[in-house]
């Protein structure tokens, strides 16, 4: 854990100064970052997460390959319209190869091969991989880079009915998946850009370094999350969960109407920055008729599939996070997606007693199943303190000598403040009590 104590210059956004400082993660070319060891925790939280989130909507895993050829873009005609943006590769035999900023093609590709039928009929696959967009600006870090995490998940149906409830399916879904990792991301209509189709919305949360202008009606930061039970086989209740969350404006700049935000009551206005952390797509058959994705409908006759595509960016969201949630002393995670759900400082590393009692508390509380940081260094305790709250773990267990003696440690919880003495087999209690009751989401 390479922690920065002086605030990197170069780092513009409190999310990239922290994430520097906490040693979440190192440049190693413009745009292009390593995950440290406690980078990568958070990344693979968020990422389990969605997993969660599309599984539960019905959405099946698979992984398709960062590398990929450029005939495949050919047929759907976007090979040369991609532009600068796509970093494009000569393999030795000359063959010309491309790094996937998107999978629109690849997966039309899979899917033609295998899927004959309606019967097949709706199919939704998504994967989590790397992509890699020559952005003209990279900056702020991992919220805008060039190799950057994607959670991609592409639906096909018969028809464009069925692919609204797609669509529907991927809306709630991304509800619930930011809400579960603590942020208010609300759903505003946008433009499609490269990726095409005349239906999308990008999920934004408002945060002052965000790159995108937003205007929405406040209400929708107190709309509640749909629940974990949410069925969603159910086309009716979908589509009453999506006409909420579209009932009032919600727009970025590029679709932004003057007149309809100006009809919102005063007090109910809220002009922002944004920051999008995901985005999805209908795009009926843009792809599918170029390449010839057909089934045989019910009536024997070939049909050409109705797609969209769903994506959220992980590496994104982890420094979204942060954005959203920190204060004077460093990051703030939220329990769901911090590295640690609990920093266990030992004061006086090299005291017997001290160290057994530490050593003793990690074990119980791992074995309990929460996930804990042990800093058994021999900095002073002030920097151990320092470097705790910056970090961000959600609670901190402070075990020192003179506690140890009279069989009692302090627990403090980072995003009060707030601390209590209390015996060990009390604290181990109430961290588990505290920690549980935050993980999950109803
Ligand atoms: N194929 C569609 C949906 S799967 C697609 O590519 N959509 S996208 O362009 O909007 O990207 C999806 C998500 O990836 C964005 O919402 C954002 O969270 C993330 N993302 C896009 N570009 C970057 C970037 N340069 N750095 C970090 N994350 C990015």
Redesign the pocket.
Known sequence: MPVLRDTPKDAEIISHQLMLRAGMVRQESAGIYAWLPLGLRVLNKVQQIIREEQNRAGAIELLMPTIQSADLWRESGRYDAYGDEMLRITDRNKREMLFG????EMITEIVRAYVKSYRSLPLNLYHLQW?F?D?RR?RFG?????E?L?K???SFDLDAAGARHSYNKMFTAYLRTFARFGLKAIPMRADT?P?GGDLSH??IILADTGESEVFCHKDYLDFATPPANTNFDDVAGLEQTVAKWTSLYAATSEMHDATAYDAIATDKRVSARGI??????YFGTKYSEPMKALVQGPDGKPVVMHMG?????P???AAAVIEASHDEHGIVWPVPVAPFEVGLINLKAGDKDTDAAANDLYTKLERAGLSVLLDDTDERAGAKFTTMDMIGLPFQLIVGPKGVKVGEVEIKERKTGERATMTMDAALRRLSDLVSARRFLA
């Open positions: 900023p998107t999978n629109e992509k967009r952005e990279p991992v919220m805008r880079s060039r950057f994607m991609d998940a592409y850009g990726i990008e999920f999008e952390v995901g985005h999805i797509f595509s769903y994506g959220i960016g590496t994104r969201v």
